[in-house]
């Protein structure tokens, strides 16, 4: 993931986050804002790094369509 793909995301997770469920916020919060790699926290959650995966890409598809939908961000950022 690049940096920007990473900064979208993290701001998008600042904005939509409690809209996810909580085993979602957790991965979310470990995988942006701790930095934990993907393989670290299946370890710690005791599943496989496919579930976590599919984790943060269910829940970057969530995050982005709720901008879709609502466009918090770019109103915040002065785009409309």
Do not use: C, H, W
Request: no cysteine; aromatic share 6%.
């Amino acid at each position: 993931m690049s940096l920007e793909d990473n900064l979208l995301l993290t701001k998008l997770y600042d904005l939509y986050g409690p809209l996810l469920s909580k085993t979602q916020r957790q991965v979310m919060e470990d995988y942006l804002i701790k930095d934990i790699t993907i393989s670290e926290i299946a370890e710690n959650m005791s599943v496989s790094r496919q579930a976590i995966k599919d984790a943060v890409l269910k829940a970057e598809q969530k995050l982005k369509g709720y901008e879709d939908k609502l466009g918090f961000l770019k109103r915040l950022n002065g785009e409309m």
